[in-house]
C-alpha cells in the first residue's frame, strides 16, 4: 500500500461493530429552552383536550400538536443540519428520520395535512376521538425523538480486528477516525458499498506526524487516521452512533 495516497476505503459493512464506550455534550440552555417549548404545545393541546371539547378547543388543540411536533423538527435540524442530505428536498425531514430508523412518518404526516386543512382551508376540526389519537402520536414522537437531542460525540469501538476510535460532528456530518484496522477492512481503491475517507498524519505518540495507513508489522493490522470524505461515508457511523442513543 502506497503511503503517499491520502483517500482510502473502509469497509462499509459495520453490522458486527460493537460500541465499547461513549461520550456527549448534554444539553445546553437553548437545547433545553427548545425541548420544553416543544412540551408546553403538547401539554397545550393536551390541557385542551381535557377540560374543552367544542369545536374551537379541538382546532386549538390540532395547531397546539403540530406547533409541537415542529418546533421539535426545528430543534432536530439544528443540531443534525437535515438541509445536507439530498433525500430531505423530496422526502422532508421526517422522511430522514424514517431513514435512520427513529421515526415512523405515516400518521405525523396525516396530522400536518390535518393542521394545514383547519388553519388555512377553514376545514373542519377532526372529532375528539381523532384528536386523541393525534395527540398520542405527537407524544410518541417526541419521546423517539427526546435520545436525538443529546447526540453522542465520541464513541470507542471493537469492529472483528479493528479497535478504534472516532470523533463525530453532525452538522455537517463528518467523522473524525482513529485505529487499528485489518488489511481485509481497507482499500486504496474504490468499492461498492465502501466509506471513502481522507487520511492524516498519525496522532498517536508512538507514530505521531508519520503518513497513515501505517502498516504495524507486530500486529499485521494498519493504523489509521483520518475523516469521512462526506456524508454519505458517514452514515454506516452515523447509523451506529443513532443506535447507542435509542
Known amino acids: 500500500m502506497a503511503k503517499s495516497k491520502h483517500t482510502w476505503w473502509l469497509d462499509g459493512d459495520l453490522g458486527e461493530l460493537v460500541v465499547d464506550g461513549f461520550g456527549g455534550t448534554g444539553l445546553s440552555a437553548d437545547d433545553a429552552a427548545m425541548k420544553a417549548r416543544a412540551q408546553e404545545s403538547l401539554q ?26 415542529q418546533t421539535r423538527l426545528e ?56 384528536c386523541e389519537d393525534y395527540r398520542e402520536v405527537v407524544w410518541w414522537f417526541l419521546k423517539a425523538t427526546s435520545p436525538l437531542l443529546e447526540p453522542i460525540a465520541d464513541m470507542d469501538f471493537i469492529w472483528g480486528r479493528a479497535r478504534g476510535s ?18 481485509e477492512q481497507l482499500s486504496d481503491s474504490s ?19 508519520q503518513d497513515t495507513p501505517l502498516y504495524v508489522k507486530e500486529d499485521g493490522r494498519y493504523y489509521v487516521c483520518g475523516h469521512s470524505a462526506d456524508w454519505v461515508s458517514a452514515q454506516p457511523f452515523l447509523k451506529a452512533a443513532l443506535s447507542v442513543m435509542e
Open 75 to 130: 430543534h432536530l435540524d439544528v443540531i443534525y443540519g437535515f438541509k445536507q442530505y439530498p433525500h430531505a428536498k423530496t422526502h422532508g425531514w421526517l422522511g430522514v428520520l424514517e431513514g435512520w430508523g427513529a421515526v415512523r412518518q405515516r400518521m405525523l404526516r396525516r396530522m400536518n395535512r390535518l393542521r394545514n386543512a383547519v388553519e388555512h382551508d377553514g376545514a373542519d376540526p377532526p372529532s375528539l376521538d381523532e
Open 191 to 209: 468499492l461498492p458499498g465502501w466509506m471513502e475517507f481522507r487520511t492524516m498524519p498519525a496522532l498517536a505518540l508512538k507514530y505521531k506526524g
Open 166 to 183: 472516532c470523533d463525530i460532528t453532525y452538522n455537517p456530518l463528518r467523522i473524525d477516525l482513529r485505529g487499528n484496522f485489518a488489511p
Open 44 to 69: 397545550h393541546a393536551e390541557y385542551r383536550l381535557d377540560t374543552h371539547q367544542n369545536r374551537y378547543d379541538l382546532i386549538d388543540a390540532v395547531l397546539a400538536l403540530k406547533r409541537s411536533m
